[in-house]
């Protein structure tokens, strides 16, 4: 198995790492996503050579997966959060993440959200409107802080991928459009108690080539030389996220080649180089793990029916996004497939994993591993037909612990209450 190096077959049985996931479900019940902290380190390890000949922060981009075990082994690594709300620099906090190493590119900021970040000493507010800036400058203003920001610029640029996680076009939300950049900039300049200091651009997501991020930082480093020459000191400048994983056969550049493109574009302008990768840390560094409930043969087709749905891995419903299907033990026939419609339990039809996939010959009971999950998965999982969210166990070579566990249908409910009048 190509894809996930750290989830091999070994003996006809899937493990992660040293630990058989068959050894995981058998403790905590299925459905469970699992992480494998080796493959965290590793992909993490990766970007750090990659950008090593250039001055970089590495802000993993927690929205991908915010666990604290998660974080807290990039923490230990050096890396720095990318955050988008007061609940995940809460989150990146409490695993440890240094406030200096924290960049804030929330879409809508609120006034608690920007004083919470003032008050934690955040590195940079990457700001996506002027109404936005003006915010900042007051809450900073009655603080008597000062908060360090850059623009998120739309370059204008197609990222040639989803529609729905492509950021970077102008009739996209994001940013401000790169032809009223020296204005939005100008306008900082004026405002009290800001220090403007970085230009932010992020494209969009699952970017499998790498001539969008090439096109748009050429953009940025003519930006930031206008912006220089209209006398604003410009020293960093923040390449957001994206690079893609592979899910099937997309073949994705390195994070060497990837880091070059940085490097040829903007190193000329001796800037600090933040970015903020999500997916590429986490994605093919977990799974999630499914029981098979039954096999239903319909009119037309056969049913592999999961005991894991769309509320806990939402992108194939969302996306149409490919994941492979593996089953966890192939011991007793390992070449015998069969062709299913893999779906959840959820009362929707949209609660399909994949139409028409060949899988190994499965049967009620058997365990099956839905690959690529550990980026916008347990994140994405809500408890939609008042299923509990799927627990998360993290490996390190023959140990495995879980990382958030189970909720009893008793503290689910519980978070409800019946005001007296009803
Ligand atoms: N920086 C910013 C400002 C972002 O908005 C994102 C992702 C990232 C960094 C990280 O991008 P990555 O390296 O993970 O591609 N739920 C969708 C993905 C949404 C991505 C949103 N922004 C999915 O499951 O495909």
Redesign the pocket.
């Known amino acids: 198995m190509t894809i996930q190096k750290f989830f091999p077959y070994i003996n006809n049985k899937m493990f992660a790492e040293d630990v058989a996931l068959s050894d995981i479900a058998e403790k905590v019940g299925t459905p469970f996503y699992c992480y494998s902290n080796t493959a965290i380190s590793h992909n993490f390890q990766d970007y750090k050579q990659a950008f090593a000949n250039q001055d970089t922060l590495i802000c993993y ?1 927690v ?2 997966n915010g666990n604290q075990a998660v974080l807290s082994t990039l923490a230990k690594l050096g890396s720095g959060a ?1 955050v ?1 709300s007061e609940g995940e620099i809460r989150r990146a906090r409490a695993a440890g993440i240094e406030a200096n190493k924290i960049v804030y ?1 929330g879409v809508a900021k609120i006034e608690s959200e920007i004083e919470y970040a003032l008050n934690e000493g955040i590195f940079q507010f ?1 700001v996506e409107s002027e109404p936005e800036l003006e915010l900042i400058s007051q809450v900073a203003s009655r603080l008597n802080k000062t908060a360090a920001i850059a623009f ?1 610029i739309n370059p204008d640029v197609c990222a040639n991928t ?1 529609a ?2 492509s ?1 970077g076009k102008s009739e996209n939300k ?1 940013g401000v459009p790169i032809s009223k950049a020296r204005i939005a900039y100008k306008q900082a300049a004026s405002l009290p108690n800001l220090k403007v200091q970085g230009v ?1 651009v ?1 494209i ?4 499998t080539q790498l001539a969008p991020f090439e096109e748009a930082y050429k953009r940025i480093a003519q930006l930031v030389a206008e912006l220089r020459s209209d006398g604003h000191d410009i020293s960093v400048v923040d390449i ?5 994983i592979t899910y099937s056969d997309e073949n994705i550049p390195s994070k060497q080649a990837y880091a070059a493109i940085a490097q040829t574009q903007l190193g000329h302008l001796g800037c600090k180089i933040i970015v ?8 093919n560094a977990g799974v999630l793990v499914s029981s098979v409930v039954f096999v239903k043969t319909g009119e037309e087709r056969q049913f592999l029916m999961l005991d894991a749905g769309m509320n806990d891995l ?2 194939p419903s ?2 149409d ?1 490919h994941h492979e299907i593996l089953a966890v033990d192939i011991s007793a026939a390992p070449n015998q497939t069969k062709t299913y419609d893999v779906v959840g339990p959820v009362c929707e039809t949209g609660d399909t994993f994949s139409k028409n996939r060949q899988v190994h010959q499965s049967k009620s009971g058997d365990l099956i591993a839905i690959m690529s999950c550990g ?2 998965g347990a994140v ?1 999982a809500s408890t939609y037909n008042t299923r509990m969210l799927a627990p998360e166990v993290m490996v390190k070579d023959d140990e495995f612990a879980v990382v958030r566990a189970r909720l009893s249908y008793e503290e689910v409910i519980n978070t409800d209450s019946v005001p007296s009048w009803v």
């Not at 969009?204 to 970017?207: A, F, N, R, V, Y």
């Not at 957001?240 to 893609?244: D, V």
């Not at 903020?276 to 994605?283: I, Q, W």
Request: aromatic share 8%.
């Open positions: 981009a929205k991908a990318d988008v590119s990457n998120r989803h729905k996680i950021t994001f932010d992020h969009g997501s699952q970017l957001g996220g994206g690079l893609g903020e990768p999500g997916r590429s840390l986490l994605g939402i992108r969302m996306y996004a980026a916008y994405m």
